[in-house]
């Protein structure tokens, strides 16, 4: 919606490492399978994102590289 969200997905997310992040433009989507590991957030600016799925869901922090 504006600004990059940034997202790792899969394998690259099983330990916390920026570096491994991928950029999402405005108009990108992404899909979290069930019980995927994944994570996201902005690094470097304003994000606006719109969230949308189905429940329940669960967090666990992830290790840091």
Known sequence: MKGTWWVALGP????YNP???VPM???SFVFHPANGHH???AKDG???IQ????G???STPAERK
């Open 46 to 48: 304003e994000a606006v």
């Open 19 to 21: 570096d491994k992040m």
């Open 56 to 58: 329940p869901n669960t």
């Open 25 to 27: 433009k405005p108009g």
């Open 12 to 15: 690259d997310a099983d330990v």
């Open 51 to 54: 969230v949308w799925g189905m």
């Open 39 to 41: 994570y996201d957030g």
